[in-house]
């Protein structure tokens, strides 16, 4: 448990009704957000309630925070941050490098999200509303380097496809010369063979 007695975790099938509670409370589309419970995380007391929700849509590389909801907005203060912790975590070990959210409270600019450069929307992806309301962005990870990186890795594993593919090739072309080598081999020990054996049958005897 966090000293502060709150404690994130993700969303279950047994917090749905809790969940429901909160998402009408705000006006979210209930019905829409049903379907993506498992995109949620939970803030619960002491006491196991659910007293805050936070949504992390991950597409790619990119992470969309969406439908914050707390039961109590009093409660915003200490829950934000565990929230926004647990939601870092969760981009750390999805490989998200850029986070974007919808959401107004200055607890995010004060954490770094800031309106995107025309050079950053082109990153955004087309399955979320770009035209909707204003958008905030922060950047996780430099995400040229990480594709440069993706590049170089890509053609490192295809130089070595094509090198596996060579050797392979080259181990069946020396197998096929070995195997004519023994077969060579075999004939010619059989062929001596015979002539010793035919010789030694045609050998006369000198008499005693």
């Not at 705000?26 to 957000?33: E, I, S």
């Not at 006491?47 to 039961?71: D, M, P, Y």
């Not at 197998?175 to 050998?203: E, N």
Request: no cysteine; aromatic share 12%; net charge neutral.
């Amino acid at each position: 448990m966090n000293p502060s007695g709150y404690r994130v975790r993700r969303a279950t099938l047994d917090d749905i009704g809790p969940l429901r509670a909160l998402w009408e409370a705000m006006r979210f589309p209930v019905a829409t957000l049903e379907k993506r419970l498992t995109e949620f995380q939970v803030a619960e007391d002491s006491e196991g309630k659910i007293v805050g929700a936070l949504g992390f849509q991950i597409t790619g590389r990119q992470g969309r925070i969406h439908s914050e909801s707390f039961n109590d907005f009093s409660l915003a203060e200490p829950l934000r941050p565990l929230l926004f912790s647990r939601l870092q975590g969760l981009a750390t070990n999805h490989g998200v490098v850029r986070m974007w959210t919808q959401e107004s409270a200055p607890f995010w600019t004060h954490n770094g999200f800031q309106r995107p450069a025309a050079s950053v929307m082109e990153r955004f992806p087309a399955e979320w509303d770009r035209a909707s309301a204003e958008w905030l962005t922060l950047q996780l990870k430099d995400e040229e380097a990480i594709t440069s990186l993706e590049k170089e890795f890509a053609m490192f594993m295809e130089s070595e496809k094509q090198r596996s593919a060579r050797t392979l090739d080259q181990a069946r072309t020396v197998k096929k010369v070995v195997t004519w080598l023994v077969f060579l081999v075999a004939m010619a020990i059989f062929a001596a063979a015979a002539y010793v054996f035919f010789t030694r049958r045609g050998v006369v005897l000198p008499p005693p």
